[in-house]
C-alpha cells in the first residue's frame, strides 16, 4: 500500500505550492482583502489531536508558510499550551464552533455559547474568523446561527463557508483522508461549485494526484485547502488506526447520505 496523507506527503505539497509561486495566505488576511495573484489559504480543523495540529503548525513555519488553524471549544481540541504556540509561530488561530449541535438546535442558546468560547478564545489569542465544525452525525447545521445573528457584530471578519468567493477559489479538502471525500461528506463541500471544478479535472483523489497536476500548472490561482492534522502522521501505528478507523466512518457517512 502507497503511504499517502503522512507529514512528509505533507511537505512536499507545501513545497511544490511554493515552487508554483503561491503564496499563503491567513483567512484573516483574505477577509482583510489581499485578494490579488496566485495565492493559496490553508485551512487546518483541529477536531481532535491538537498536538498534530503542533506538527503541522511547525512543518508550516520552517517553510515560513502562515496558515490558520480551527479549535473546537471541547477537550479533544482545545489545548491552550498548544493554542498559544501555534499562534506564537505568527499562524492565525480561530474557533471551530458546533454550538448548534450542542445546545440541541436551540439557535439563541447556541449564539449564547458560541460567545462564551469565542470569549474564551480571545483569552489566549487574537480571533479574526470562525468556521463550522461539520458534526456529519448531528441533524444540526451550525452555521444556521447566522441566519439569525451578525457575527461581524462579534468582530468576526468572516466565516470560510459564508464569506469565500468560490466563483474564483478552488476547494480542496482532505475530508475522507482523500481528496474527493465530497462524495461522502454531509457537509465539508461546497454547494454549486463541486460540478464545474470536476469538468474542469480538478477533482484528485490522492495528494500525489494534486502533486502532479501542480507540477503541471493545472490547478488555478487562487486555492483553499483544508486539512485535518490527526489525518496526517509519520507512518506508525496511530497512522494505521486512523486509516482503519476512518474506512468505518466513510462507511457510516455514506448510509447517512443515502437515509438523507
Ligand atoms: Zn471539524
Not at 508558510?65 to 471549544?73: D, E, H, L, Q, T
Not at 482545545?78 to 501555534?86: F, Q, R, S, V, Y
Not at 460540478?195 to 479535472?201: A, P, R, S, T, Y
Request: proline share 3%; with cysteine.
Amino acid at each position: 500500500m502507497k503511504q499517502d496523507f503522512t507529514r512528509n506527503k505533507y511537505r512536499q505539497l507545501l513545497v511544490i505550492l511554493q515552487t508554483g509561486g503561491y503564496s499563503f495566505i491567513t483567512f484573516a488576511d483574505y477577509c482583510k482583502g489581499e485578494k490579488e495573484g496566485r495565492f493559496v489559504i490553508l485551512r487546518h480543523d483541529v477536531d481532535l489531536r491538537p498536538d498534530f495540529s503542533l506538527a503541522t503548525a511547525k512543518i508550516e513555519h520552517e517553510l515560513g508558510i502562515r496558515s490558520v488553524y480551527y479549535f473546537r471549544a471541547v477537550p479533544e481540541s482545545w489545548d491552550e499550551t498548544i493554542i498559544k504556540e501555534i499562534a506564537s509561530m505568527g499562524h492565525e488561530v480561530g474557533y471551530h464552533y458546533e454550538s448548534l449541535t450542542t445546545c440541541s438546535g436551540n439557535v439563541e442558546a447556541a449564539y449564547d455559547d458560541f460567545k462564551k468560547h469565542l470569549k474564551e478564545l480571545r483569552c489566549l489569542t487574537a480571533v479574526e474568523t470562525i468556521c463550522m465544525h461539520g458534526s456529519p452525525r448531528s441533524p444540526y447545521d451550525s452555521k444556521d446561527i447566522w441566519k439569525s445573528y451578525d457575527y461581524k457584530s462579534l468582530n468576526i471578519l468572516g466565516e470560510p463557508y459564508l464569506s469565500t468567493d468560490f466563483s474564483k477559489m478552488l476547494y480542496l479538502t482532505d475530508t475522507g483522508r482523500r481528496w474527493d471525500g465530497y462524495k461522502a461528506s454531509v457537509r465539508d463541500k461546497i454547494e454549486g461549485f463541486q460540478e464545474e471544478w470536476n469538468e474542469k479535472g480538478w477533482s484528485f483523489h490522492s495528494t500525489d494526484d494534486i502533486i502532479e497536476a501542480l507540477q503541471e500548472n493545472r490547478l488555478p490561482d487562487c486555492l483553499m485547502i483544508t486539512t485535518h492534522p490527526q489525518r496526517w502522521s509519520d507512518f506508525d501505528v496511530s497512522w494505521l488506526k486512523e486509516l482503519i478507523l476512518q474506512n468505518i466512518k466513510n462507511v457510516v457517512k455514506r448510509v447517512i447520505v443515502t437515509f438523507k
